[in-house]
């Protein structure tokens, strides 16, 4: 696989509503492998890979979450509101970066008690001097996500962007790799799941697929005293059951137990507690969409480094061309 791309689509800066740069990274990377590819009003990138047979509906989100300045103080501080699911405590100390390159730091007020730590207690220093030398880098509205750089290290992946860039990588390694598909294929890399699967929700309609399989990361829960939940990291590719957002369609779920099964290709379930993913809006689409979803167990979600296994992501890239490649009876 392209490690080089991965790293390259990771340190794109593409919070939700802003997925403009990520966009056009991935359209370059697509379009030699496509019929057609086309940006819609809310940002979605469309790419058609024609082919006999149902439409299937691919959904892996664009955008990441991020911080947008609410104010500026007289010092020079801002206060933030955020964009999408953050816990304050991996926020602090954390270094977030703007579109500009401009870099920020988190910080958090005196506390007389660490256990009054809040979201609204931290604030972001860019180092300026005071309100109006703040003002000549950064406005109210302004949006920046974690800064850190994405890195390869020992057989795993980090990066604050792998939600969900790795879901968007394993989509495009798929689309280059497939040889014969089965279905009429619309790659969708989807804007603003991160505040509420909003770009799903209407590229599912105009696309109006017969099946819909989305790719986004899910809890690994093998890190000290996590809750026992069925995915891990090397656990190979993780088959969603359920989540907050659907009820995985047993034809779907079947679908892919059977293409695993059949290319020997290492997989697992998931069951997330806690959110959703595209798969979420595009299944209650107009007269209902049979829909699924490839996971990749990953830790540290929704912090400055998400991990990941490289072998994970390899065998939901197999199990995603094999699902491709297989009709559904
Ligand atoms: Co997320
Ligand atoms: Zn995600």
Redesign the pocket.
């Known amino acids: 696989m392209n490690i080089e791309l991965l790293k390259k689509m990771c340190a794109a800066n593409g919070v939700s509503g802003h997925e403009q740069s990520i966009s056009k990274i991935i359209e370059k990377e697509v379009k030699p492998f496509v019929d057609s590819c086309r940006n819609d009003a809310l940002g979605n990138l469309i790419a058609h890979r024609k082919g006999p047979g149902k439409k299937m509906m691919l959904a892996g989100?664009m955008d990441?979450?991020g911080l947008m300045i609410t104010h500026i103080d007289k010092e020079g501080f801002l206060r933030f509101a955020t964009i999408?699911?953050f816990n304050h405590v991996v926020l602090l100390a954390q270094r977030f970066v703007f579109p500009s390159g401009l870099l920020g730091v988190v910080g958090c007020e005196r506390l007389d008690n660490q256990k009054d730590m809040a979201l609204d207690k931290l604030y972001i220093d860019i180092g300026a001097e005071n309100e109006e030398e703040a003002k000549k880098l950064v406005k109210v509205g302004d949006v920046c996500v974690y800064a850190n750089p994405p890195a390869e290290n020992g057989a795993t992946f980090i990066s604050p962007a792998l939600?969900?860039r790795i879901g968007c990588f394993i989509m495009i390694e798929a689309l280059k790799r497939l040889k014969k598909p089965a279905f009429d294929l619309y790659f969708v890399f989807t804007s603003q799941?991160?505040v509420g699967l909003r770009g799903a929700t209407t590229s599912a309609y105009s696309v109006d697929p017969d099946y819909g399989l989305s790719f986004?990361?899910t809890i690994s829960a093998d890190t000290p005293k996590i809750r026992p939940l069925p995915s891990k990291m090397y656990g190979g590719a993780a088959i969603k059951l359920k989540d907050r957002s659907l009820l995985c369609h047993p034809k779907i779920i079947e679908h892919l137990e059977k293409c695993a099964e059949k290319a020997k290709i290492k997989y697992q379930y998931e069951i997330l507690e806690m959110?959703g993913t595209d798969s979420g809006a595009i299944h209650v689409t107009r007269g209902g969409v049979p829909s699924g979803v490839i996971s990749l167990a990953t830790r540290h979600?929704?912090t400055s480094n998400e991990m990941c296994a490289l072998s994970d992501i390899e065998d939901c890239i197999a199990l995603t061309v094999k699902a491709l490649e297989t009709a559904i009876d």
Do not use: T
């Open positions: 989100h990441q979450i999408g699911g939600d969900d799941e991160e986004d990361v959110g979600i929704h």
